[in-house]
């Protein structure tokens, strides 16, 4: 006779249902999404509720320390420096995101085909990652700035172009494991076409570790892009980024040290929230902690 089930036994639970109890039991990543969102939010609705406009100047104030009117203080020309920090920061995190988001695409399908064919065109496509990986890319996507102009949608496309090299090997790596899975047999049994089984199957099951390299992308490609502003080749007045704002606030912290505290502290707070989830994600997807 068959046994009956046993309605309390324990239900299985798939690897993203897993990844995602172990990820809300991760405080510090959690806290860190929570405070990401905060600051997105801040910088979509901020300059909106603000009574002041990023390029509204009064050059009668200029600099002014921070005070009940204006938090964080003004720049030398009289601009409220919150509204000019949350506006920097729809660029700042707009960059990161579509420039990251490139990069997935490029990466993902590069190493993906490379991965799954092998052979010749795995060897023909990774031999064009090495060579492009010996390149200074900073001077590549300098000289992208200087010849083409200094256009913000060029900038995510250098951006970009510059972080898909690692994504293409980490996918490339999960492919080639994968496609000696059972479930790719299978489907190639029942007839589904390269295309079908490559991205259908084989590409959202390796997402799991991209999604990590992920998060730490954003960082990387925000940090590229303030050291971009820094040395006056990004985002140009009256816009502003964070990293154009710390630029500002070196040629004179001596005198108005608010000027690079406060652009310097977003960015930076930004970025460590990132590392974190980012960390938090790591551990949440790792197969082997669920055997734990």
């Known amino acids: 006779m068959t046994e009956p089930v046993d309605a309390t036994q324990e239900q299985g639970t798939s690897l993203w249902q897993d990844a995602w109890w172990r990820l809300r039991r991760n405080t510090l990543a959690v806290l860190s999404a929570c405070l990401l969102l905060v600051m997105a939010l801040a910088c979509i609705a901020g300059p909106w509720l603000s009574p002041y406009g990023y390029e509204e100047q009064n050059l009668l104030l200029g600099a002014a320390p921070p005070s009940a009117v204006h938090w964080l203080g003004t720049d030398g020309f009289g601009r409220d420096l919150l509204t000019r920090i949350l506006y920097g920061g729809r660029i700042s995190l707009m960059v990161g995101l579509i420039a ?5 695409c490029i990466g993902v399908t590069w190493g993906a085909v490379a991965g799954y064919c092998g052979g010749r065109i795995d060897a023909v496509l990774m031999r064009i990652v090495d060579i492009l990986y010996a390149l200074p ?45 059972e479930f790719v047999e299978a489907a ?6 390269q295309r079908v089984i490559l991205f259908r199957h084989l590409v959202p ?3 799991g570790p991209l999604i990590v390299y992920t998060t730490l ?14 040395i006056g080749l990004g985002i140009q007045p009256p816009q502003s980024s964070w990293g154009s704002l710390i630029a500002d606030g070196v040629e004179t912290m001596e005198e108005y040290p608010w000027l690079l505290i406060y652009p310097g502290l977003a960015l930076s707070v930004t970025l460590f929230a990132l590392n974190f989830l980012g960390d938090g994600l790591r551990d949440a997807l790792d197969v082997r902690a669920a055997k734990d």
Request: proline share 1%.
């Open 100 to 104: 990251t988001g490139v990069a997935l």
């Open 137 to 181: 890319f900073m001077i590549f996507v300098v000289l992208l700035m200087v010849v083409f102009g200094r256009n913000l949608l060029l900038l995510f496309f250098a951006l970009g172009a510059v972080e898909w090299l690692t994504m293409a090997r980490i996918m490339r790596g999960q492919v080639q494991a994968l496609t000696q899975q």
């Open 188 to 193: 190639l049994s029942l007839g589904l076409s």
């Open 205 to 207: 099951n390796a997402l």
């Open 217 to 230: 992308t954003i960082p990387s490609v925000m940090l590229l892009e303030a050291f971009i502003s820094f």
